[in-house]
C-alpha cells in the first residue's frame, strides 16, 4: 500500500477517500450502455456478414485468380475423402473442425466460417444480418459523436482519458501493480486504464467506424481518401474485422477487471454514476 | 499478502458466477425475432432508408466513384447469381448470337421505344475500369463499356412522375416452393442519371460473356453487385415498385435484401 500512496502523491492532489464519489456523468453512461448493446449486436451480425464471404484480403480487390488472401476459414476435402474446417493464416493451414471452416452436429455439419453461437440469426441468413449490423451502426456511430463532444466540453476527454506527462511515467509501476492484482480506487483512472480506453475510443472505435464507411460504394463517391488512406477497399475490410477482434480483447479484459475490482461498486457507478472509493483505513485494495 | 489472497478467492467465486451466464447469450435465442417477416426485423431494415436519405445528402448526384488504371486489372470479372441462363427466350436469343435482340424502354415515357444491339453500341458510348462489390464481401475489377442509362432515358423522354427505373430480366432464379422467378431490379432516378451508370455491352475489351450477363447488362457504380440487374430484357419507368414481384423493388429485396445498396 505504501507504494501505491507514493503514486498518489506524486500524480495528483490526494482525492476524497472511502467515500461514494460522483465518478460518472451521464454522457459517459448513456453512451457506455449504448456502446455494449450495439456491439453486441454489431459483433454477431457482423460475424454472419463475414460467414457470407469468409475470407480476407490485403488490397483493392479480392484475389480469385491471384493471391492475396491473408485469412480464411473453409472446409476442405482431405486426400483420404474426410472433409475438415481449416483456418489459414497468411498461407498456412489449421484444423479447426467444430469452430472455424466447419461446425455444428457430427452428423450434419455445417459448412461455415464462425459457428453458429457466434453469429446473428443463428443460421446463414446474410440479408438479416446486414439489417442487423446497419441498423446498430447507426446507434453505435450517434453514441460515438455524443460522447466525444460532451467529453470534449466537459474535459473529461483531457483530465481522465489522455494519459498525462505522470501517467507515462508511472506506467512500468501501474503494469507491476496489475500484474500483482494490486488496485487502487480512488475514482481516478491510472495510466494503464487511460491507455485502454484512450485506445479504444479515440483509436479503435474510430478505425472500425471508417473501415466500415471505406467498404460503401456510395461513400467510396463522397470520399475516396478513405480508400487511400487505408489502402484499398479489401484492407479496410481486414482492419474492419481486426478492429473486432481487438474490441472482443478488450471487452475481455474489461470485464475481468470489473470483476477483479468490485463487481457491485464498478456497476453502480457506471448504472447511477456513483462510485465508494477505497478508505485510506481499509487496506483491502479491492473493495 | 493475506489481502491478496482473499481477493484471488473473491475474484474467483465471481469470475465463476460470471462465467456461468454465458451459455445464457447462444443466439438462436433471437432467431424468431428475426425471421421472414416479423415486427422487429421490418423495424430494424427501416434503417435502410436512413441510410439511404443520409447518402443522397452527403454524396452529390453526379459524383463519382474512383476509377482504376489498366493495371489494375488483374482477374476476369468474377461472375455471381445467374451465371447461365436457361429459359427458352434468352436461350433462342443466344442462338443467333443475340441479333434479335432488342431492349425495350417503356412506362411513364413519352415515346416508349426498343433498340437492337447494334444501334446500342453506336449511341454514345462511355468506358470505365471500376470496382464491383458483391453484397457477400468480396471485390473484383473490370473495365466495363456500355451506352450511358442518362442517354436512353432522353431518347425516351422521360415524364414527370417516373421515380424509378425497373429492370425486367430474362433469368430467372429457382426458389423451391415457388418456382421459377424472374430477376428483377430497381433503382432511383438519381442513380439512373449518374455519368458511370451505363448499360454494358463490353467488359474487359471483349462482348458482354453470357456468364456476366450478355447482351445487356446494367452498372450502378455506387451500389452493390445485386443490384446491377444482368440479362436485361427491359427498362420501366414506374412511380411506384409496389406491382412488381412482392413489392421490395427487386428479386433479393423480396428475399430480405435492402432496397438501397450503396451500403
Not at chain 1, 438479416?128 to 473529461?156: D, K, N, Q, Y
Not at chain 2, 429459359?87 to 437492337?116: C, N, Q
Request: proline share 5%.
Amino acid at each position: 500500500m505504501t507504494i501505491v500512496d507514493d503514486i498518489e502523491s506524486r500524480t495528483a492532489p490526494q482525492p476524497d477517500e472511502g467515500r461514494v464519489i460522483y465518478r460518472h456523468r451521464i454522457a459517459t453512461r448513456v453512451t457506455h450502455w449504448t456502446w455494449a448493446i450495439a456491439l453486441f449486436f454489431l459483433l454477431l451480425s457482423g460475424l454472419q456478414i463475414f460467414n457470407a464471404h469468409p475470407e480476407l484480403y490485403i488490397g483493392k480487390q479480392s484475389g480469385f485468380e491471384f493471391e492475396n488472401s491473408v485469412l480464411s476459414m473453409r472446409a476442405m476435402q482431405a486426400g483420404d475423402g474426410s472433409v475438415d474446417g481449416y483456418t489459414t493464416v497468411f498461407g498456412h493451414s489449421f484444423k479447426t473442425t467444430g469452430v472455424f471452416g466447419m461446425s455444428g452436429p457430427a452428423d450434419n455439419p455445417s459448412y461455415r466460417g464462425f459457428p453458429a453461437w457466434a453469429t446473428l440469426p443463428s443460421y446463414q441468413d446474410l440479408s438479416t444480418g446486414r439489417v442487423i449490423h446497419f441498423f446498430f451502426a447507426w446507434f453505435f456511430v450517434a453514441a460515438f459523436l455524443v460522447w466525444f463532444v460532451s467529453s470534449l466540453i466537459s474535459g473529461h476527454l483531457k483530465r481522465d482519458i489522455l494519459p498525462s506527462i505522470a501517467d507515462i511515467k508511472a506506467l512500468p509501476q501501474s503494469f507491476a501493480d496489475h500484474l500483482r492484482f494490486r488496485f487502487h480506487h480512488d475514482g481516478r483512472y491510472n495510466g494503464l486504464q487511460k491507455f485502454a480506453y484512450a485506445g479504444v475510443l479515440l483509436g479503435v472505435f474510430p478505425l472500425i467506424i471508417l473501415t466500415g464507411l471505406t467498404m460503401s460504394p456510395g461513400m467510396n463517391a463522397a470520399w475516396p481518401w478513405l480508400l487511400d488512406i487505408f489502402g484499398g477497399r479489401q484492407t479496410a475490410r481486414t482492419i474492419h474485422f481486426l478492429c473486432m477482434a481487438a474490441l472482443v480483447a478488450f471487452f475481455l479484459i474489461h470485464i475481468f477487471m470489473v470483476v477483479a475490482a468490485g463487481p457491485l461498486n464498478e456497476m453502480r457507478s457506471i448504472v447511477t454514476g456513483w462510485y465508494r472509493t477505497d478508505g485510506k483505513k481499509n487496506k483491502e485494495p479491492s473493495a | 499478502m493475506s489481502t491478496f489472497i482473499v481477493n484471488r478467492r473473491k475474484f474467483l467465486t465471481l469470475a465463476g458466477v460470471a462465467a456461468a451466464t454465458v451459455p445464457l447469450s447462444g443466439c438462436d435465442a433471437f432467431d424468431t425475432l428475426l425471421s421472414g417477416q416479423s415486427p422487429v426485423r421490418n423495424f430494424l431494415a427501416s434503417a435502410n432508408s436512413l441510410t439511404y436519405r443520409a447518402h443522397r445528402m452527403l454524396i452529390g448526384n453526379d459524383t463519382l466513384v474512383p476509377e482504376f488504371a489498366a493495371s489494375e486489372i488483374r482477374q476476369g470479372q468474377r461472375p455471381n447469381g445467374s451465371t447461365d441462363p436457361t429459359d427458352a427466350d434468352y436461350l433462342a436469343l443466344k442462338d443467333t448470337s443475340f441479333a434479335d435482340y432488342r431492349l425495350t424502354v417503356s412506362g411513364l415515357v413519352e415515346r416508349p421505344v426498343s433498340f437492337s444491339l447494334d444501334e446500342l453500341r453506336n449511341m454514345p458510348a462511355r468506358t470505365q475500369i471500376t470496382r464491383h462489390d458483391c453484397v457477400e464481401g468480396w471485390s473484383c475489377i473490370a473495365k466495363w463499356t456500355g451506352v450511358p442509362l442518362a442517354h436512353i432515358l432522353d431518347e425516351a423522354k422521360v415524364k414527370s412522375q417516373a421515380r424509378f427505373v425497373v429492370f425486367h430480366c430474362y433469368d430467372t432464379m429457382n426458389l423451391g416452393l415457388q418456382g421459377a422467378v424472374p430477376y428483377y431490379e430497381s433503382i432511383d432516378l438519381i442513380d439512373a442519371r449518374h455519368p458511370q451508370t451505363i448499360l454494358a455491352y463490353g467488359n474487359n475489351d471483349k462482348s458482354l460473356p453470357v456468364a456476366n450477363g450478355a447482351p445487356l447488362r446494367v452498372r450502378v457504380e455506387r451500389q452493390l453487385g445485386y443490384k446491377m440487374a444482368k440479362y436485361i430484357k427491359g427498362i420501366e419507368l414506374v412511380s411506384t415498385l409496389a406491382p412488381f414481384g412482392s413489392g421490395k423493388g427487386g428479386f433479393w429485396e423480396d428475399l430480405g435484401y435492402d432496397w438501397y445498396g450503396g451500403i
